[in-house]
């Protein structure tokens, strides 16, 4: 794998001549800020070395560079998930080559179901803890230090100052930004509702079927982590009515015009 990490850093390393300042990944439904980007440079998913392909709806499959708050960044417009048929190791594969160049800061967003009783679709949740409820781990296999530590803490894996920043950028901007925790499923299936309840019973405040395997490589790789929800839907049977995803994609593109807000402002004080 770390043949082909770097076979892929070295593709990137030819068409950029600087290391961004922080990597964004952008969920389902939220590539509009690729798109807002200065001095694009896109590059398709499938052009990269060893690159895993995007086949979720709403993620575009695009690399792209570019500024941003006044910031050089690299997003991904669009990641792949462990219910596409992908390893634990290919789903965090970009994550190891932003490791390896390296990039210090790592942003993640997605998309969620709602499981507090206080959230309403269209909310913006500041992650603060995650329950791996995936069923794997992308740290298993030898123990290597940075690249695969054994034991890596996750007690602070969500990074406090970054934290503090994106609530002071919310708060710059007039963004309501309220503070959960993230249950990952492996999915395809969206959750029973008694799952909703256990999730609920175990303090999770949102849910997804993303993220957790990213930022548990990130930290281990000695990246700062923050990663922002938005919430697309109530979880299963909070609302009599069938879970679908295109509720999703429609629910994320009105929040994206304040998301692209939030993550300029974070760029900014990051800064």
Request: with cysteine; hydrophobic share 45%; net charge negative.
């Amino acid at each position: 794998m770390r043949e082909r990490v770097n076979e892929a850093l070295a593709f990137l390393q030819k068409r950029v001549d600087r290391v961004p300042e922080a990597v964004v990944v952008l969920g389902s439904g939220l590539g509009a800020f690729a798109e807002a980007l200065e001095d694009r440079t896109a590059i398709p998913y499938d052009h990269i070395p060893g690159w895993p392909v995007s086949t979720a709806p709403g993620h575009a499959g695009k690399l792209v560079f570019g500024s941003a708050g006044g910031r050089f960044v690299a997003v991904m417009q669009g990641r792949v998930h462990y219910y596409e048929g992908y390893s634990m190791e290919q789903v965090v594969f970009p994550v190891r080559v932003f490791g390896q160049w390296p990039v210090r800061n790592y942003i993640a967003t997605n998309a969620v179901g709602g499981i507090d009783h206080g959230l309403v679709p269209g909310d913006i949740v500041l992650l603060h803890d995650h329950i791996n409820f995936m069923g794997a781990n992308p740290l298993v296999g030898p123990d290597t230090p940075f690249w695969n530590p054994r034991f890596p803490d996750m007690t602070f894996c969500y990074d406090r100052d970054l934290m503090e920043r994106a609530e002071r950028a919310a708060s710059a901007e007039g963004i309501l930004l309220k503070r959960g925790v993230y249950i990952a499923f492996s999915g395809p299936s969206y959750e029973t509702p008694a799952e909703i309840r256990m999730a609920r019973i175990l303090g999770a405040t949102v849910v997804g079927m993303s993220t957790v395997p990213e930022v548990v490589t990130a930290n281990a790789m000695g990246m700062r982590v923050c990663a922002l929800s938005c919430v697309a839907n109530y979880a299963a049977g909070m609302k009599e009515v069938r879970l679908t995803a295109e509720e999703v994609l429609s629910e994320m593109e009105k929040a994206s015009e304040r998301l692209i807000r939030l993550l300029k402002g974070l760029l900014r004080e990051i800064g």
